[in-house]
C-alpha cells in the first residue's frame, strides 16, 4: 500500500463549479499535511497547509481527518486557472525534509 | 530573487552514455533534495543533502546513480550509465532549516529522455 493515495482522475468540471479532492495516508504517525499545486510540465508549488481544525483560503478549504487518516481539498466556484495537478503531501516528523508526495488528482476546469 | 535553478532543462541521450544535471539551491537554503517524476511513479525522492553531507540516499534507484554537493551552492546528479527505464523529469528543491511551512521550493526541473 502507498504511504499517500491519491484518486488520479481526471477530473473534468465546468468552470463555476464545487469540486473535492480526498487523500488518504497510511502512516497515523504523520504530522504535518500539505496541499501542492503542479501546472503542466511546471515544477510542484505549495498551495496551502492543512490544519487540524480546518483552514480555508479564498475558494479553497482543507480539512484533516486524523481518526480516518485523510485529507481533503475543497474548490469552490472554480475558474479556468484551477486546472492543474493536486499533490497531497504527508510529512512523517513535522518537518520539511520528510515530505512524502502523492501522485496526484489532475483538474481539468471547462469553460 | 533567484528561485532554485537547474540545468540542462532538457537532454535527450542515447542509452549508456553519461548524464549529469545540475541544480543551484536558493542561497541560505541548507537542504537539498533531488526528486525523479514519472507517469507512473509519480514524484520520489532521491536523495536529499544537509549542509552538503548527504543524509538519505535510500531513494537512489541503483549504483548507476550518484549525486554530490561540494559546496552550499551546487549540486549534480549522475547517471552513468544511462538507461531508457530513467527517462524522467529530475526535480531539484530546496528550503531552509527551522521553517517547518512545508514549502519546498523547486527548480523548473530537467527533463530527461534516454533513447
Known amino acids: 500500500r502507498k504511504e499517500v493515495e491519491q484518486d488520479p482522475g481526471p477530473f473534468n468540471v465546468p468552470e463555476g463549479a464545487t469540486v473535492a479532492f480526498n487523500c488518504t495516508y497510511s502512516?497515523?504517525?504523520?504530522?504535518?499535511f500539505f496541499w501542492y499545486r503542479q501546472d503542466c510540465r511546471k515544477e510542484p508549488k505549495l498551495l496551502m497547509s492543512?490544519?487540524?481544525s480546518g483552514n480555508e483560503d479564498g475558494r479553497f478549504t482543507a480539512q484533516l481527518n486524523r481518526a480516518s487518516q485523510y485529507i481533503s481539498l475543497l474548490i469552490r466556484d472554480s475558474k479556468l486557472s484551477d486546472s492543474a495537478t493536486y499533490l497531497c503531501v504527508v510529512t512523517s516528523s513535522g518537518s520539511a525534509r520528510q515530505l512524502t508526495f502523492g501522485s496526484g488528482t489532475q483538474l481539468t476546469v471547462l469553460p | 530573487d533567484a528561485g532554485v535553478i537547474q540545468s540542462p532543462r532538457h537532454e535527450v541521450t542515447e542509452m549508456g552514455q553519461e548524464v549529469t544535471l545540475r541544480c543551484k539551491p536558493i542561497?541560505?537554503?541548507?537542504?537539498l533534495f533531488w526528486y525523479r517524476q514519472t507517469m507512473m511513479r509519480g514524484l520520489e525522492l532521491l536523495i536529499y543533502?544537509?549542509?552538503?553531507?548527504?543524509?538519505?540516499d535510500s531513494g537512489m534507484p541503483e549504483d548507476r546513480f550518484s549525486a554530490k554537493m561540494p559546496n552550499a551552492s551546487f549540486s549534480t546528479l549522475k547517471i552513468q550509465p544511462s538507461e531508457p527505464r530513467d527517462s524522467a523529469v529530475y526535480f531539484c528543491?530546496?528550503?531552509?532549516?527551522?521553517?517547518?511551512?512545508?514549502?519546498?521550493?523547486f527548480g523548473e526541473g530537467s527533463r530527461l529522455t534516454v533513447l
Open positions: 492543512v490544519y487540524s
Open positions: 528543491a530546496s528550503i531552509m532549516s527551522g521553517l517547518n511551512t512545508g514549502e519546498l521550493f
Open positions: 502512516n497515523s504517525a504523520s504530522q504535518s
Open positions: 543533502f544537509n549542509n552538503n553531507v548527504p543524509i538519505d
Open positions: 542561497s541560505g537554503h541548507d537542504y
